[in-house]
């Protein structure tokens, strides 16, 4: 058997090198999100911070990607407004034209492009 002999330089510089390696695979595996600190004895996140998980938040409710203060429907409320983060809203429909509306519309285009396929024709 062969003894090997190291000096403490050398010794030291393994050590650093395993305990900066595990930390960077720790964090790579883990996740690294500036956001959020990786510590397991991190505090809950307020209502209208960004999460993954419901055990994230303090309320408990992750919707939309932001700790939210109760559950949303996902359909006619959100939970990531801009200016609302963190409270349930409700999200106003597109507007939409009533039968007649679409059928004068739909009338006024019609107009537009046959005026404009005679204008591209030269006739008058």
């Not at 002999?5 to 930390?23: D, M, P, T």
């Not at 209208?48 to 938040?57: K, L, N, Y």
């Not at 801009?82 to 007649?100: D, T």
Request: charged share 15%; aromatic share 6%; proline share 5%.
């Amino acid at each position: 058997m062969r003894i090997i002999s190291l000096s403490v330089k050398e010794v030291a510089a393994v050590v650093a090198a395993i305990l900066v390696n595990a930390f960077v695979l720790s964090q790579l595996v883990g996740g690294v999100m500036a956001d959020r600190p990786s510590s397991a004895f991190a505090q809950p996140y307020d209502d209208g911070q960004a999460c993954v998980d419901p055990g994230e938040c303090t309320s408990g409710f992750c919707e939309q990607g932001v700790c939210c203060n109760e559950a949303c429907n996902g359909t006619t409320e959100t939970c990531n407004q801009p200016g609302s983060l963190g409270q349930c809203s409700e999200v106003l429909p597109a507007p939409s034209l009533s039968w007649a509306g679409q059928f004068l519309s739909a009338t006024l285009l019609t107009l537009l492009g046959w005026f404009g396929l005679r204008r591209m024709r030269g006739t008058h």
